[in-house]
């Protein structure tokens, strides 16, 4: 059984940094996608970024602002977000896939403050 525990959200202002983390334990030899998604108060989930067999990918609207980067040795996943805007403000999902499971952390609360 895997678990994904994320960390790292909190309030922090506009224009400001943070970084958020997602920590797997348990069997993960299958996963080829890890990644996060977000999801807004009275919005549908949305993709934020993934990273799959080397190569990263992201939303449109957090290109150039946020990074996903994985430490293997730790089994842990990031989120570095910056250039923060109020619009980012949603509870953050790590979600981590393979060809037959699809994992969800519980979710970290990021608000951005205008």
């Known amino acids: 059984q895997v678990q994904l525990v994320e960390s790292g959200g909190e309030l922090v202002q506009a224009g400001g940094s943070l970084r958020l983390s997602c920590a797997a334990s348990g069997r993960t030899f299958d996963i080829n996608t890890i990644g996060w998604f977000r999801q807004a108060p009275g919005k549908e989930r949305e993709f934020v970024g993934a990273?799959?067999?080397?190569?990263?990918f992201y939303e449109d609207s957090v290109k150039g602002r946020f990074t996903v980067s994985r430490d293997n040795a730790k089994n842990t996943v990031y989120l570095q977000m910056n250039s923060l805007k109020p619009e980012d403000t949603a509870v953050y999902y790590c979600?981590?896939?393979?060809?037959?499971?699809?994992?969800w952390g519980q979710g970290t609360q990021v608000t951005v403050s205008s």
């Open positions: 990273w799959n067999n080397g190569k990263t």
């Open positions: 979600n981590a896939r393979s060809s037959w499971r699809d994992l």
